[in-house]
């Protein structure tokens, strides 16, 4: 799998160029090659996988939220984590991101589920998996991703620049432990709630994580992130 086969932001490319040449990537691009000549649909699209790393450059990052594995019905994955495209209704995790945002910093409840303009502010979108079978969640778990994905969070997290990394759920939550490398003398801020799916919302609402981040930029003084979809 060469990174020039992808739409990838050039200071992306220019990090991650090497992890194209491991063994790791070479067994996820056979697997992914098996899983299309199979006739199984996957999602995102092809040229949407890497779209987290064309909307949020390297240098640019502020925040990092952290999600499961693309969305698995048609029309929905778009390569970032937890948005869908304008025509397409938000999901019932992302609705219950936007009604903890409505009581943490007071936005007004968005009317769609695309989240482009955060990551346009820094807000790196990133999934644990970056493909999925159609109807199939989690189906390539276990494939590769988890390590590239893991080799990102490891990059970020010795950026000198502060960072904030949302990590929501049990998949979002091993990024810590699998590529945090020094958890306790980071200069990094760390959120961890439990997913926005409706089986363990209880456990995210009233994380007020976006308060969170905001204060955590304005004290490193860093411009903080509007969280008000249009």
Same mark, same amino acid.
């Given at each position: 799998?060469?990174?020039?086969?992808?739409?990838?932001?050039?200071?992306?490319?220019?990090?991650?160029?090497?992890?194209?040449?491991?063994?790791?990537?070479?067994?996820?691009?056979?697997?992914?090659?098996?899983?299309?000549?199979?006739?199984?649909?996957?999602?995102?699209?092809?040229?949407?996988?890497?779209?987290?790393?064309?909307?949020?450059?390297?240098?640019?990052?502020?925040?990092?939220?952290?999600?499961?594995?693309?969305?698995?019905?048609?029309?929905?994955?778009?390569?970032?984590?937890?948005?869908?495209?304008?025509?397409?209704?938000?999901?019932?995790?992302?609705?219950?991101?936007?009604?903890?945002?409505?009581?943490?910093?007071?936005?007004?409840?968005?009317?769609?589920?695309?989240? #482009?303009?955060?990551?346009?502010?820094?807000?790196?979108?990133?999934?644990?998996?970056?493909?999925?079978?159609?109807?199939?969640?989690?189906?390539?778990?276990?494939?590769?991703?988890?390590?590239?994905?893991?080799?990102?969070?490891?990059?970020?997290?010795?950026?000198?620049?502060?960072?904030?990394? @949302?990590?929501?759920?049990?998949?979002?939550?091993?990024? @810590?432990?699998?590529?945090?490398?020094?958890?306790?003398?980071?200069?990094?801020?760390?959120?961890?709630?439990?997913?926005?799916?409706?089986?363990?919302?209880?456990?995210?609402?009233?994380?007020?994580?976006?308060?969170? #981040?905001?204060?955590? @930029?304005?004290?490193?003084?860093?411009?903080?992130?509007?969280?008000?979809?249009?």
């Amino acid at each position: 799998m060469d990174s020039k086969d992808f739409i990838m932001e050039k200071s992306w490319a220019r990090v991650l160029g090497e992890e194209f040449e491991k063994e790791y990537m070479k067994s996820l691009q056979n697997f992914l090659i098996s899983e299309v000549e199979s006739n199984q649909i996957i999602y995102p699209p092809k040229d949407l996988i890497f779209n987290a790393f064309c909307k949020t450059p390297y240098d640019k990052v502020k925040v990092v939220i952290v999600g499961q594995d693309p969305y698995h019905g048609k029309g929905q994955a778009h390569g970032l984590s937890f948005s869908v495209p304008k025509e397409i209704k938000a999901p019932p995790s992302l609705k219950n991101i936007f009604q903890e945002q409505v009581k943490d910093v007071g936005i007004k409840a968005p009317i769609t589920g695309e989240l #482009t303009a955060w990551a346009k502010q820094g807000v790196l979108l990133l999934n644990a998996t970056l493909t999925v079978r159609e109807s199939s969640p989690k189906s390539h778990y276990g494939k590769g991703w988890e390590l590239f994905t893991d080799r990102i969070i490891e990059i970020l997290s010795k950026n000198k620049k502060p960072i904030v990394f @949302l990590l929501w759920g049990k998949s979002a939550k091993e990024k @810590l432990f699998n590529a945090f490398t020094d958890r306790e003398n980071t200069h990094h801020l760390i959120l961890t709630a439990a997913h926005p799916s409706f089986y363990s919302v209880s456990g995210f609402w009233g994380c007020k994580h976006f308060s969170k #981040t905001n204060e955590f @930029l304005i004290n490193n003084n860093i411009k903080p992130i509007d969280w008000q979809i249009a």
